[in-house]
């Protein structure tokens, strides 16, 4: 079993970056793919991005291509999550995940989960 704990969320300006992390403890992030969702209030868990440990093989949705970057650091067992040119609609709470589910996107496909970090953006 591989616990996640996330770090790095904060309050940032509209337009402004944070860098997300998800640490790795009880086991590696080797075999599985990693996962980044968000979930405001009041609205479904959102898929934001994944990345396959091994390969590096990464999946974003439209929403956030081009603004968002998932990446990992093997010998920090660490992946991260760049937010950039944050928006009024990207405030929520943080979730890394893991999953040994090659493509997944939905939530209900991967299996550990972290407690999150929230992320606020003012205008």
């Known amino acids: 079993q591989v616990q996640l704990v996330e770090s790095g969320g904060g309050l940032v300006q509209a337009g402004g970056s944070l860098k997300l992390s998800c640490a790795a403890s009880?086991?590696?992030?080797?075999?599985?793919?990693i996962g980044w969702f968000r979930q405001a209030p009041g609205q479904e868990r959102e898929f934001a991005a994944a990345?396959?440990?091994?390969?590096?093989?990464?999946y974003y949705p439209d929403s956030v291509k081009g603004r968002f970057t998932i990446s990992r650091d093997n010998a920090k067992n660490t992946v991260y999550l760049q937010l950039n040119s944050l928006e009024p609609e990207d405030p929520a709470v943080y979730y890394c995940?893991?999953?040994?589910?090659?493509?997944?996107?939905?939530?209900?496909?991967?299996?550990?989960w972290g407690q999150g970090t929230q992320v606020t953006v003012s205008s």
């Open positions: 995940a893991a999953t040994d589910l090659w493509g997944a996107t939905k939530s209900s496909e991967y299996k550990y």
């Open positions: 009880g086991r590696t992030f080797s075999g599985y793919q």
């Open positions: 990345i396959r440990w091994y390969t590096g093989i990464t």
